[in-house]
């Protein structure tokens, strides 16, 4: 990575502004889970070990506007009241995140009632030495997210007052052009925090410079969310799994029987294109020889275990079956870099999560013998941490959205604003 870090700037006695991404799942107002929390702890510490004036944390908790919207839009469908107030402030508030915080770090952390404004501008006006603010979510001001660039400078100029130093260690919006993320950057000078950094240094050496055999492991339910990252792999793999909904597309592609399984009709075509490019190139691209087909979506289901062509007409596929994890497990216990992104089947539902644990224990395996193991975040990342195993492989990355356009070979807004190292 050639991003200036938090070690490249002096930070003592300096006002530290810091994205951090705290976007943690809440219910009735406690944190499920707070991996993102606990990965930016080293950063966090590590600033206030350097005995800055203050430090300033801001990160966004999730979509205020967008899911105040469909919560609405569900509680008239079901005739119930909406009280729009209650609902930001049980989701989207930053109060519990900042109690956790505090406990994570055992000291106090202040809370601004806004990111920017009067009430955020007393709120640092009262900050003494070396103490820790959390601005509110960022997303509560419509020019965090603003399309126009004039709107997002007109935060980001408010944010950047707030300090000397602007560190980045929220790779999980690094794709995101948001004022917190970006613009601000244009304004201080602009490091990457540890979390960043790692997050980098193991996403670039898979795609530039993959010990091999390099294999990635894609799923999920759609191709559309991966054409890219299949494109961009095209010229860099040894071998490329494909499992998950997708994989009925091909399958269709090739003429076979579906039945009700997942199809994006519109895609049939681009996954014919698909297998003739690996073919072309020389690629070995590798879809399920069997899967766990059901008799309805749910997990009580009745079930059985069939070749791929063998599907009827009224039944769907929610997995794959086990000659499959047979042959997608030796791939990757014998690969020595593996990217995976996406699971193996609906893997929410217990009985058909066992195609995307048997992946997870794979990934697991080929770990122990020494190969390079990158989980790419979504919903990979909470697959592999409900298995318990997300402390057994090389990397969980907390940027679902971020690390796959990184896989796609996109430049990250949040990461190209951060200053060059010499």
Known sequence: MNKKTVRDIDLRGKRVL???????????????????MRAALPTINYVLEQKPKYLI??????????????????????????DEAKYIEGKHKMKPVVEHLAELLNRPVKLSPAAIGP?????????????????????FHKEETAKEAPDRERMAKELAAFGDVYVNDAFG?????????????????????????KELNYLSKAIENPAKPFVAILGGAKISGKIDVIQNLMGKVDVLLIGGGMMFTFYKAQGME???????????????????????????????????????????????????NSIPADWAGVDIGPETIKLFSTEVKNARTVVWNGPM?????????????????????????????????????????????DAEVSHVSTGGGASLEFLEGKVLPG???????A
């Open 18 to 36: 810091m994205r951090v991404d705290f976007n943690v799942p809440l219910k009735n107002g406690v944190i499920q889970d707070d991996i993102r």
């Open 57 to 82: 944390l801001m990160s966004h908790l999730g979509d205020p506007k967008k899911d105040a919207k469909k919560a609405k839009e569900k509680a008239e469908k079901d005739g119930k009241p909406f």
């Open 119 to 139: 009430d955020a501008q007393a709120a640092v006006a009262g900050l003494g030495e070396g103490d820790v603010l959390m601005l509110e979510n960022t997303r």
């Open 173 to 197: 919006t690094a794709h995101r052009p948001h004022a917190s993320t970006e613009t601000v950057a244009q304004y201080l000078p602009a490091v990457a925090g540890f979390l960043m950094e």
């Open 258 to 308: 579906i039945g009700k399984s997942l199809l994006e009709e519109d895609k049939i075509e681009l996954a014919k294109s698909l297998l003739d490019t690996a073919k072309a190139k020389n690629i070995k691209l590798v879809l399920p020889v069997d899967t766990v087909i059901a008799d309805k979506f749910d997990n009580a289901a009745a079930t059985k275990v069939v070749p791929v």
């Open 345 to 389: 089947g609906v893997f929410e539902m217990s009985n058909f999560a066992k195609g995307t644990i048997a992946i997870a224990q794979a990934m697991v395996e080929s770990t122990k013998a020494g190969g390079v193991t990158i989980v790419g975040g979504g919903d990979s990342a909470s697959a592999i941490a409900q298995a318990k195993l």
């Open 415 to 421: 990461v190209a604003a951060l200053n060059d190292k």
